[in-house]
């Protein structure tokens, strides 16, 4: 499979965000989840083909675009769509379902078939869940950065407490997976974009 460019898939980001403001906040976000991601495969060197764990992470919040309203206004109610929205865009373009579900299967620690019925998650029946070593870590990653309020970098403690609201099988997976990979040095992104470590 081609692998798109960092580019390339900038270009796209350009393409889809309504405003400059949505493009700055996603983009970086998606470059900060690509740095960490390939800090903790560079620590730890795991069974994931870095070019694809680098493009996943640049993609995997393409579809928080199609949440922004004319206005310019992100629909915080739906937000848990812009996954499948993410893997739909990429479709629409013609790429393959292998960047579609990093798109999909990254939200939390993974959405299950029982968490939308029992939470009435507005999408599709189905589970959402990492599967291949490269959507693994890129799930892992994103959750040590933050678009939500002022973006922030956030520590492993932090995570898990909020991980601990949906369920204490998605805090567990979370420990299971920072044992897996290690705890990433957020500093340099501290220093490189001046988000807070919260
Ligand atoms: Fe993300």
């Given at each position: 499979m081609r692998v798109p460019s960092d580019t390339e898939i900038r270009d796209l980001h350009a393409e889809h965000a309504p405003t400059r403001e949505a493009f700055d906040l996603v983009h970086t976000h998606c470059t900060i989840v690509a740095g960490i991601a390939a800090q903790l495969l560079e620590r730890r060197p795991a069974a994931?083909?870095?070019?694809?764990?680098?493009?996943?992470?640049l993609l995997h919040d393409i579809g928080v675009y199609r949440l922004y309203d004319r206005?310019?206004?992100?629909?915080?109610?739906?937000?848990v769509r812009h996954g499948v929205l993410g893997r739909d865009l990429l479709a629409e373009q013609g790429y393959p379902d292998v960047l579609g579900r990093?798109?999909?299967?990254?939200?939390?620690m993974g959405i299950t078939r029982q968490d939308i019925r029992e939470q009435?998650?507005?999408?599709?029946?189905?589970?959402?869940?990492?599967?291949?070593?490269?959507?693994?870590?890129?799930?892992?990653?994103?959750?040590?950065?933050?678009?939500?309020?002022p973006p922030v970098l956030v520590s492993p403690d932090t995570i898990a407490t909020r991980l601990?609201?949906?369920g204490a099988d998605k805090e567990l997976r979370f420990k299971a997976l920072l044992a897996k990979y290690g705890e990433p040095d957020l500093h340099p992104f501290h220093e490189a974009h001046g988000h807070a470590v919260v």
């Open positions: 994931a083909d870095p070019d694809l764990v680098r493009a996943g992470s206005s310019g206004r992100l629909d915080h109610e739906r937000y990093f798109c999909s299967c990254h939200t939390g009435a998650l507005p999408i599709p029946p189905g589970d959402y869940v990492a599967e291949s070593p490269e959507e693994e870590l890129v799930m892992f990653a994103d959750k040590f950065h933050s678009k939500a309020g601990r609201r949906f």
